[in-house]
């Protein structure tokens, strides 16, 4: 079974920062890519910024140059910088990584956190 811990969220002012962080556990063979999505309330989930094993990372149009995702392999840790905070920004903060298993042959599984609140607002 595995994991994914998240933390980092909370109520920040317009123009703050925060950094989510999301920790896997459990057995896990390897992972894959990385992502981070969040959905504010009457929206749709949309994906805010991903990063693959090699370190390719793609971000959403609304958070370019604010956002920065990383990740620590030995740690097997997914991590959003959040800078610049807007109210807009205020969503449950979910990360996604897609684990590697390995039973004979390869594959490909999703595992989903719980989600964390980032409320931006003065």
């Known amino acids: 079974q595995v994991q994914l811990v998240e933390s980092g969220g909370g109520l920040v002012q317009p123009g703050g920062s925060l950094r989510l962080s999301c920790a896997a556990s459990g057995s896990i063979f390897s992972i894959n890519a990385m992502e981070w999505y969040r959905q504010a309330p009457g929206k749709q989930r949309e994906l805010v910024a991903a990063?693959?094993?090699?370190?390719?990372?793609n971000y959403a149009d609304s958070v370019k140059g604010r956002f920065t995702i990383s990740r620590d392999n030995v740690k097997n840790t997914v991590y959003l910088q959040m800078n610049s905070l807007k109210p807009e920004d205020t969503a449950v903060y979910r990360c996604?990584?897609?684990?590697?298993?390995?039973?004979?042959?390869?594959?490909?599984?999703?595992?989903w956190g719980q989600g964390t609140q980032v409320t931006v607002s003065s």
């Open positions: 990063i693959t094993s090699g370190g390719s990372t």
């Open positions: 996604k990584i897609q684990a590697i298993g390995h039973s004979g042959t390869y594959y490909l599984y999703d595992v």
